[in-house]
């Protein structure tokens, strides 16, 4: 198997038998997401012969439907599950369906029935791919018809995000779902955590003791963190609408990803110690007083514009977007982490849809040797930097000066790449490695109650000065011209990464 995409998950922990539970199962993140993700893992034989995979659905579909649309899903997202008839016979086996309304104790009890169907212990994970206002009602039935027991097998719930929309909203959930399940039984999904290149950065921070003199304020100019999109808010709107790129990117996925960067190590990689590590960087954020949002964060929204060849509608065009909407599809933010090892150096955080490109990454950008004894520019050689590239093309890069060969002292840039093609290994998506970890009971890639909340509170200022704006600045779709963009960068070295598709990617 040398070579193949899943080589690596051989040899992976292989988890106690399971029902997983889909909430939702009718939905897009059911279809796109969690099935080829159960499906990848069935491949594997991650999923234990006992593992059963039972869809919870309101309309009335037969089981026979519910084979039938896994299969359809399926060849479209990963067809390869399919394409051969024993290894699809043995998925469509594990498949099982609950009917009813998500308010119907009935329904529960259907469910209780199906999870022990093969009588004895039973683990239960339950995936709420659910709209959010529906969680506690899930919850509740689930405790009243003793399903967060777990007297006979453990029992976790998979929560998606939005997490909130504010500090008061996820105080909120939290509380509710902890009045039915304990915080252990909690397993908050962001998907940034499970990508390999994020937590590739912890083990080449914690396993390569070069890294950690260099890793703070001493040698290090400053940290970009960019997630740059293509696409636009495809067809979720009323979503998109309420949150804008700011709640949905910056809150959630990009502030867990510099949690990991700037922490300390930690005592263990246990679950709590790691989130321990990850909170006391969120407590140590330097608070954002309402004068200073508009020096720091900067929002904007696309106008139309193209991407690539395909002319693009401007966001107030969307369908089911408001003419007047001033919802942000493009934020950047400049934080600073108020300790020891990090005072002074700016973290810079931004994101966007229909930007040129789809690039994400992590950038260390090193300080300047202090003395200059070679004549540096831009072009020839600049700031060393500490790529981590979340995607496309996942990796690692270094990027040093070296000389020109030949008899003049010229420079030029060179990088030392590491992506993970030429490692030579095989990448799980970010939901296969999650809900392995679920099932695994390991919990330190999702989040705690108290960072999602901590989270909320830091960036409660910036979301309070933009919900007062009625006016909002504009980008041509496919360009990174945003108003004030640059600014955020002014007492950094090196200006912003391009993020545009080259040759380095
Ligand atoms: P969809 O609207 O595509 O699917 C929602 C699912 O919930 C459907 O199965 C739907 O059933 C069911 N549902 C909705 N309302 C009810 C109800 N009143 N009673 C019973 N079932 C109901 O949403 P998504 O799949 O996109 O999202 C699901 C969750 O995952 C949301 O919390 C979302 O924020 C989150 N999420 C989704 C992502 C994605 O990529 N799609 C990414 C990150 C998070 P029916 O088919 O009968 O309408
Ligand atoms: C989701 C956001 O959480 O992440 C989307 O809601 C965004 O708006 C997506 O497009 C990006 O994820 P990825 O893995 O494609 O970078």
């Known amino acids: ?30 279809k796109r997401k969690l099935l080829p993700a159960l499906a990848h893992m069935h491949r594997w034989n991650l999923l234990g012969s006992h593992s059963r995979i039972i869809g919870v659905v309101r309309s009335k579909w037969t089981r026979s439907h519910w ?40 329904m529960y009890q259907d469910l209780a029935k199906a999870l022990h169907a093969d009588g004895g212990k039973t683990n239960a994970l339950y995936y709420l791919a659910i709209p959010p206002s529906w969680y506690e009602v899930v919850c509740k039935n689930l405790k009243d018809a003793g399903l967060s027991d777990e007297s ?50 912890m083990v080449f921070r914690f396993a390569n003791a070069v890294l950690e003199p260099l890793w703070n304020r001493n040698y290090i100019d400053h940290i970009q963190i960019s997630v740059s999109e ?40 246990d679950a709590n110690d790691v989130r ?39 966001y107030r065009d969307e369908k089911n977007v408001a003419d007047d909407s001033c919802t942000e599809t493009f934020a950047a933010v400049k934080f600073y982490i108020d300790n020891w090892r990090w005072q002074g150096v700016p973290f810079v955080l931004r994101t966007g849809k229909r930007l040129p490109d789809r690039v994400s990454e992590i950038c260390i950008r090193f300080k300047e040797s202090p003395q200059k004894l070679f004549d540096l520019d831009h072009d020839n050689g600049r700031n060393n930097e500490l790529i981590f590239r979340l995607q496309p093309d996942e ?25 993970y ?5 095989g990448m799980p998506e970010a939901y296969e490695t999650l809900l392995h970890d679920v099932m695994l009971g390991e919990a330190g890639l999702f989040s705690r109650a108290d960072e999602v909340e901590e989270s909320w509170a830091i960036v409660a200022p910036i979301m309070d000065a933009w919900a007062k704006e009625t006016d909002i600045a504009t980008y041509p779709a496919g360009t990174l011209d945003i108003l004030g963009m640059d600014a955020l960068l002014d007492e950094c070295e090196g200006g912003w990464r391009d993020l545009r598709l080259c040759d380095d990617y």
């Open 1 to 30: 198997m040398a070579g193949d995409k899943f080589a690596s998950l051989i040899g992976s922990e292989r988890p106690e038998a399971t029902n997983i539970v889909i909430f939702g199962a009718s939905g897009d993140l059911s």
């Open 67 to 106: 084979v039938n649309y896994v299969h359809d899903q399926l060849l479209h997202y990963f067809p390869e599950a399919v394409m051969n008839p024993p290894s699809w016979r043995r998925i469509a086996d594990k498949l099982d369906l609950v009917v009813g309304d998500l308010t119907d104790p009935n």
């Open 152 to 201: 006979d097998g453990f029992r976790r719930i998979v929560v998606e995000k939005p997490f909130g929309m504010d500090l008061a909203s996820a105080k909120d959930l939290n509380d509710k779902l902890q009045t039915y399940f304990d915080e252990s039984q909690i397993y908050r999904i962001d998907h940034y955590l499970g990508k390999e290149a994020v937590q590739n950065l």
């Open 230 to 269: 293509s696409l636009g808010i495809g067809y979720r709107a009323g979503y998109y609408e309420n949150s804008g790129a700011f709640r949905d990117m910056i809150q959630s996925h990009l502030m867990q990803v510099m949690a990991l960067v700037a922490m300390e190590p930690p005592i263990s990689l």
């Open 276 to 314: 321990d590590e990850k909170m006391k960087v969120l407590r140590s954020m330097r608070e954002i007083k309402p004068e200073d949002v508009k020096d720091i964060a900067v929002r904007a929204q696309y106008a139309k514009g193209k991407v690539g060849d395909e002319t693009v509608a401007a």
């Open 395 to 419: 990796g690692m890069q270094l990027t040093m000066t070296a000389k020109q060969p030949g008899l003049s002292t010229e420079l030029r840039g060179v990088k030392l790449d590491a992506s």
């Open 421 to 425: 093609g030429i490692v030579g290994s």
